[in-house]
């Protein structure tokens, strides 16, 4: 059971990244599948949300409205599509994948997800 995230870089305010989520060992159309955030001053942040079989995303305010979830299941994969990035969009972003659903305001104890990935950066400056 594996995720492995992709697609963070440097990229100048304003501009749009696209990171992948690939699973490996587990089909993620049968789980929540979370993205959140980590950097040294604020913390962890939980992102967005995407629920099994569901394709309506749940967002934090701080990107709603900016940021979108969603999962092509052919290949096993989520995305999260960031436009009009800010530099306090600044972490190390990472995915994780359980069988229960919660909401980005009420988060996903760690003991009840079954996979993290090993994140990727994302860093926004000029």
């Known amino acids: 059971v594996r995720l492995v995230e992709s697609g963070g870089g440097l990229v100048q305010p304003g501009g749009s990244l696209r990171l992948s989520c690939t699973a490996s060992g587990f089909t993620l159309s049968g789980y929540a599948i979370y993205w959140d955030r980590q950097t040294p001053g604020k913390g962890l942040e939980w992102v967005s949300a995407?629920?099994?079989?569901?394709?309506?995303?749940d967002y934090a305010d701080s990107v709603k409205g900016r940021f979108t979830i969603s999962r092509d299941n052919a290949k096993n994969t989520l995305y999260l599509q960031m436009n009009s990035l800010k530099p306090e969009d600044t972490a190390m972003y990472y995915c994780?994948?359980?069988?229960?659903?919660?909401?980005?305001?009420?988060?996903?104890?760690?003991?009840?997800?079954?996979?993290w990935g090993q994140g990727t950066l994302v860093t926004v400056s000029d």
């Open positions: 995407i629920y099994s079989r569901g394709t309506i995303g």
């Open positions: 994780a994948a359980g069988v229960f659903s919660w909401s980005v305001v009420d988060p996903p104890p760690a003991t009840t997800l079954d996979a």
